[in-house]
T-cell receptor, first 114, second 113 residues
Framework: GAVVSQHPSWVICKSGTSVKIECRSL??????MFWYRQFPKQSLMLMAT?????????EQGVEKDKFLINHASLTLSTLTVTSAHPEDSSFYIC??????????FGQGTRLTVV | DAKTTQPNSMESNEEEPVHLPCNHS???????IHWYRQLPSQGPEYVIH???SNVNNRMASLAIAEDRKSSTLILHRATLRDAAVYYC??????????????FGKGTLLTVNP
């Protein structure tokens, strides 16, 4: 299957700072990318959908000013968690697809805010 | 959103077949059935998807009921590496390129040696 890579795999940051997570589609051009969040022992929760060159569409209850998404190219999307707090600690996962084909997922980024 | 229902957990023995059921009684005519699995501390992995006909690939088979209200993911010979949470998801959207995947709780598959 297609390869989607996230960086970093894990990050620890201080409360109040911002953290950027990158998501790259390595062997295909992704028309659409998604960002999910997963808390321990829970399922994935969709945060937002982004199409290249357009503003992201956020799910209800997700603060767009806190979770900044940029999808500047067909192979790169970034999620920036601004002014992170301990409650933002979670497993963040991106996925990417081309048109109506199946979506492929990155390996996830473990964010710990201390 | 069309919803799916899966057992919370299932158990299997190594090298035996595993049948993972999924009910989706409110499925619409254009909804594809997707299966993903997630190993601990990893992102989900695509397994298989289908619309009406049964599908086979190197990982698994997907059997879809004639009325499409249920489906079964079949792992022909379970290995310890197949232990994961398996998600059955209906493609949400207009049936074309504009869709998103909404995850339920999935089925935790345990494989015994």
């Amino acid at each position: 299957g297609a390869v989607v890579s996230q960086h970093p795999s894990w990050v620890i940051c201080k409360s109040g700072t911002s953290v950027k997570i990158e998501c790259r589609s390595l062997d295909f051009q992704a028309t659409t990318m998604f960002w999910y969040r997963q808390f321990p022992k829970q399922s994935l929760m969709l945060m937002a959908t982004s199409n290249e060159g357009s503003k992201a569409t956020y799910e209800q209850g997700v603060e767009k000013d806190k979770f900044l998404i940029n999808h500047a190219s067909l192979t790169l999307s970034t999620l920036t968690v601004t002014s992170a707090h301990p409650e933002d600690s979670s497993f963040y996962i991106c996925s990417a697809r081309v048109g109506g084909t199946p979506a492929f997922f990155g390996q996830g980024t473990r964010l710990t805010v201390v | 959103d069309a919803k799916t229902t899966q057992p919370n957990s299932m158990e299997s023995n190594e090298e035996e077949p595993v049948h993972l059921p999924c009910n989706h009684s409110t499925i619409s005519g254009t909804d594809y059935i997707h299966w993903y699995r997630q190993l601990p501390s990893q992102g989900p992995e695509y397994v298989i998807h289908g619309l009406t006909s049964n599908v086979n690939n190197r990982m698994a088979s997907l059997a879809i009921a004639e009325d499409r209200k249920s489906s079964t993911l079949i792992l022909h010979r379970a290995t310890l590496r197949d232990a994961a949470v398996y998600y059955c998801i209906l493609r949400d959207g207009d049936g074309g390129s504009n869709y998103k995947l909404t995850f339920g709780k999935g089925t935790l598959l345990t494989v015994n040696p």
